[in-house]
């Protein structure tokens, strides 16, 4: 096969989205190719025209076809409450779940010393100039339970700490069917630490 033609770019291509290695995106590939009116030809128009119309909303930096985004601009969503998430997946996980009706800030990550991610490549000096403007009544931290995640938190409630408003974060410890025996020593510890 030649090495450097069309579908040994494509290949090369594909192999660079998030869980999908040469192996994959070579079967990817084939099949796109295989069943080209099908697939393939509707995924370029998907991916042309994501590409035009995407943008990431000048409020809370998700990303959508509307700007500012449809939660920001929803009338019925609460302004005062403000969830702070890393990605914009964690922000379609709590959408997901349903129940929360505030509107949301995503910061692009989080503080990783090996990742080499620092403060200035979060937004958050955006969320340090929309609580500014804005004052909502509370904050909620979303960030993942990691070491990094934890930092991250910690560096936005200093920020955070200027403000009389309200901080939580979400609560972490057992999962809804979680058995003791299969929950690791720092999920049963942080169970038993927030235990309400």
């Known amino acids: 096969m030649k090495q450097d033609g069309p579908l040994s770019h494509m290949i090369r291509q594909l192999s660079v989205l ?13 099949t796109l190719i295989s069943k080209k009116d099908d697939m393939m030809m509707p995924l370029i128009r998907a991916l042309s025209e994501a590409a035009e119309q995407i943008v990431t909303c000048p409020v809370c930096g998700a990303l959508d ?15 005062g409450l403000i969830c ?19 509107v949301y800030h995503v910061l692009g990550g989080v503080l990783s010393a090996l990742d080499g991610i620092g403060p200035d490549n979060l937004s958050l000096d955006d969320l340090k100039t929309r609580v500014a403007e804005n004052v909502p009544r509370e904050v ?6 990691t070491v990094d995640g934890q930092s991250t938190a910690h560096v936005v409630m200093d920020i ?10 979400l609560a972490h410890g057992m999962p809804i069917g979680g058995e003791l025996d299969y929950l690791d020593d720092g999920t049963i510890l942080t169970a038993f630490q927030a235990r309400g």
């Open 84 to 102: 702070v998430v890393a990605t914009l997946t964690d922000l379609w996980a709590i959408e997901r779940a349903g129940g929360f009706r505030g």
């Open 160 to 169: 955070l700490g200027a403000h009389d408003i309200k901080v939580t974060r």
């Open 18 to 30: 998030p869980g999908l290695g040469p192996r994959s995106a070579r079967r990817a590939a084939l």
């Open 65 to 79: 076809d509307t700007s500012p985004c449809r939660i920001c601009s929803d009338p019925s969503r609460d302004q």
């Open 140 to 145: 909620i931290l979303a960030l993942p339970a």
